[in-house]
């Protein structure tokens, strides 16, 4: 039961930092881009190539989908790349094949895929199964991506 509530804690945890932001910026368009061009700024290129990847894994999970995750972050994630004059298409590209690998964390697709084999209250087996593997090809996809620009 721990390992799920762990999960849940990380869900609510996700969409009250969305919240905030949103709450915080009172629902500018131009404030989120700005607030992650100070964060990429803050950590530089390295550590903007990293904060995309875990934005691209975390953002399915958060959202339900890689596409709404790329319609929600890949504005700010090109003005955080315009500001450190890092190549634009380098990060939201990182931000798509980060987001395909999150779905395996996307509880909207774990459910959805239950459903269609007739399986049954096996979120937690299968987030448990996917976790490590998704945080891992973050890692990678991160550390590949800062190694190569």
Known sequence: MAPFV???????LCWGTLVQIVILTNKKSSALPRMISFMAQVLEQNGLVL???FIGLLGPFVSGSASVSNCLFAQPQAGAANAVGFPVASILSLQLISGAVGNLLSLANIISAQSTVGLANCEKKVLSLTTWPCL???IILGFLASAYY
């Open 6 to 12: 762990t999960y849940l804690f990380i869900a609510i």
């Open 51 to 53: 904060l995309s990847s």
């Open 136 to 138: 891992a090809s973050g």
